[in-house]
């Protein structure tokens, strides 16, 4: 297993892909079968509460695993997600960045699954855990 | 078991408490252990390839397991999602709504759980299933 | 879509492959997109509090899924289990079989996607819901 | 947050509670916050194909979750499994233990939700990876 992407090279092509979440995401780090993503919270994916949305957690844990995914098998690859079984656990703050703790646990021929834990930056406890499939298109 | 708004006052709910997502979904029919909602599909809910997004899917299954659940338990109770888990099984249609077929099959003390089919509207296939599960918080 | 097996080569070849599950399980009916069948309860499948185990739970879900997909694929595949969901709704009586009521919700090249209700036989409530997902390796 | 049981204590409880399942696991490692727990492989977890079925890899995480969160809410609690989501990534080795490296993500009032990754004895990557959510019912 060896990157195809250097992580500028990673995040590049995700908003290029992904024209609409442009800005949304930065990579904090990349390495071969883990990497951090941020979500830069802003006020789209907050909610009543003072808190970051349901469906804001759900889209950053599943770009983690799109990128650690894509990392590997390069950008020609149509990677879509099967399945997400997602916990929240406690209420993420809303004035800071919501920071994905992504380890790839498969990389087979067919699927990829990752862990994605998600925490309110500089927080300790998760705000929330995902295990993430991707079905890999034959090429 | 009997239901504590109208489908007209539950929708009205949902955009009050929901500010941000006014106009995004409609209420089509509301009994006592199932529903219908729809996603209004706009532009902001697409992705290229010319499909609805997983996190507007996660964001429809999520409300309708929400209306539900708030259905029965009233405006008072602050229903939060505990977990969630979806199979994302076909590519959903970008130019039509996204319809979700909700079941309660659990309302307990502290939890109610539902089921939830996503089908692009007049299609027979689903695009997408989940489960999910509310906390009720005690009265 | 058409079946590779009636009900009974059906349950023949479960108890052929899976030897140490002979007399556990009952196929009450096999349809096109459906079926359902039945963990005959032993002691075995017990445990303390009067009631099925989960893992006995697991099994019936996962054969539920497994002979849905057979069903179509045919005896030469060899279909594993990538990922199964559960949720423990209410606590299954201990004197009365299990009945899973079973859906195949997609079937693909390369995965199969099942819905699986489990009731008490006789009772209309749920135990569990399970959805569960099937890998089918190329032929 | 401090532990209610040692682990012999532990293992005693659960052999008390669960006769039925005595001599099946072994505890190898209690702290606060995690725990390894070991499925003694015998002939009756195993399927053919010379590896550990799935309903045995689903008991072994359910017990280490059960174990983790009876540690610290002890033995009155009446603890059951409100959900468990499973990925099943590579084929466990038929002739070792299963050993189930357990982390305690949340512990509430309410719920408590622990992460399991599943390993043949000796093995680097995991073989499945399990979140389950507790029920800890009001005391």
Redesign the interface.
């Known amino acids: 297993m060896s990157l195809k992407f250097t992580a500028p090279e990673l995040i590049a092509f995700i908003e290029d ?4 979440v442009r800005g949304d995401f930065a990579l904090d780090r990349l390495e071969e079968d883990s990497l951090v993503v941020r979500l830069i919270t802003a006020e ?1 994916h ?3 509460g003072n808190t970051v ?4 957690m ?2 950053l844990a ?1 770009v983690a695993a799109y990128m650690m995914t894509v990392a590997h098998i390069g950008r020609e690859a149509l990677a ?12 993420p703050a809303a004035g800071c960045d919501l920071v994905a703790h992504t380890k790839l ?2 990389l ?1 021929r ?2 990829s ?1 990752c ?1 994605v ?1 998600l925490f309110s930056e500089g927080t300790e ?2 705000v929330a ?1 995902a ?1 993430l ?1 991707y ?1 890999i298109p ?1 090429r």
Do not use: E
């Not at 949305?53 to 804001?56: A, D, Q, R, T």
């Open positions: 892909v992904f024209p609409q789209k907050l909610r009543p949305s349901g469906p804001s759900f889209a599943d879509v997600t099967t399945n997400c079984s997602i916990d929240f656990m406690r209420k646990l498969k087979g067919a699927l699954v862990d834990l406890k998760p855990r295990g499939t079905s034959p």
